[in-house]
Every structure is written in structure tokens, then in C-alpha cells.
């Protein structure tokens, strides 16, 4: 909480290491081929950042689409994803590219919010499967990328898991108090 306090407070810059470790170009390489300059730009310094980064851009310039290459990156790297935006939308939005390429992922929130191609991956539809609060804990566990709304992120298993990275999508309709919980 100190550290987010410095970077929101007290504006701490954004910091980045030199190079990515050399088992990890090749996974990235081939998952940017249909990235133009810009976006390939993007995703490395993503990857390169230690605290927080911000991709903007004007509507249609990829920027979705840089994230989805984003989130499928770092899985690929073993990392934990939070997805979250201010809108149901924004999340389906983004988790319905990730499903076209096969990316496994947790969807919390109402079953009546949740795009309807997106429920088998719901919270709702997976702990039907679950008898005991182990099985639970192991559904929750077995999930290395979550997706949910700003406000839906006061959900439990939340506050009792912290993640490598969260991507925050149409940050800039989002008031900052609300999007300070899941960052």
C-alpha cells in the first residue's frame, strides 16, 4: 500500500529494467506477429516495467488489441493477470479475444452481467463443479489470469490473493478512488 501511495500521491515515476531475460524473447517474438512498430514497442516496454505504465492512444489504434497480446504474453510467462475496467463490456471485451485464442481465465460477477459466450468461464458456472470449500480454494488457485470489474474487485478471493500484474482497460473513465482497489 506504501508503494501505491508514492506513485498516486506522491507521483513516483515510472521505472524499468534494461532487457527482458533471454528464455522469454522468443515466446514474445512470436506472439507479436501481427503487431505493427508501435504496439511491438509497447509490449516490450510493458514487460520491461517495475510499477506502472500507460498506453494511450486514439480510438481504433490497437490498443485492446496490445493488451490482449499483453495479458497473453505474460501468462505465457507464468505471471498472474488481473483484467479489470470500469464497465462488464470493457472486461468481456477483452476476454473474448482472449478466448478466441484458447486462454484459460476466471470471469467474477453476475451471470446477468457476463457476456453470454463468456459464462462457462463464470464463477457461477465453475463452483457448481466444487463439494468442499478445498475444492473452492483449488478452483480459485488454478486461475493465473481473473477478470472483473473495478467495483467487483471486493471480492473475496481478491482480498486474499495479490497478483504479478494488473491491466486496468479504459483507465480513463474510471475515478481514481474506485480503481485504487484493484491496483
Request: net charge positive.
Amino acid at each position: 500500500i506504501n508503494e501505491l501511495r508514492k506513485m498516486i500521491v506522491d507521483r513516483k515515476p515510472a521505472e524499468y529494467v534494461n532487457t527482458l531475460p533471454r528464455a522469454y524473447q522468443e515466446k514474445i517474438s512470436k506472439s507479436m506477429g501481427r503487431m505493427n512498430h508501435v504496439q511491438r514497442q509497447a509490449i516490450i516496454k510493458a514487460l520491461t516495467c517495475q510499477n506502472y505504465m500507460l498506453i494511450k492512444g486514439l480510438p481504433g489504434t490497437g490498443k485492446s488489441h496490445t493488451l490482449v497480446n499483453l495479458i497473453h504474453i505474460l501468462g505465457m510467462m507464468g505471471k498472474s493477470v488481473l483484467i479489470t475496467s470500469h464497465t462488464n463490456s470493457a472486461v468481456d471485451n477483452i476476454l473474448l479475444r482472449l478466448k478466441e485464442r484458447g486462454i484459460k481465465f476466471l470471469r467474477l460477477g453476475s451471470n446477468a452481467r457476463i457476456h453470454p459466450s463468456l459464462r462457462e468461464f463464470s464463477e457461477s458456472t465453475l463452483i457448481e463443479k466444487c463439494k468442499t470449500v478445498e475444492d473452492l480454494e483449488m478452483l480459485y488457485k488454478s486461475f493465473e489470469i481473473v477478470a472483473c470489474t473495478c467495483l467487483g474487485s471486493s471480492h473475496a478471493l481478491l482480498s486474499q490473493r495479490r497478483f504479478d500484474v494488473c491491466v486496468v482497460d479504459e483507465a480513463t473513465q474510471i475515478f481514481q478512488p474506485t480503481v485504487i482497489r484493484p491496483l
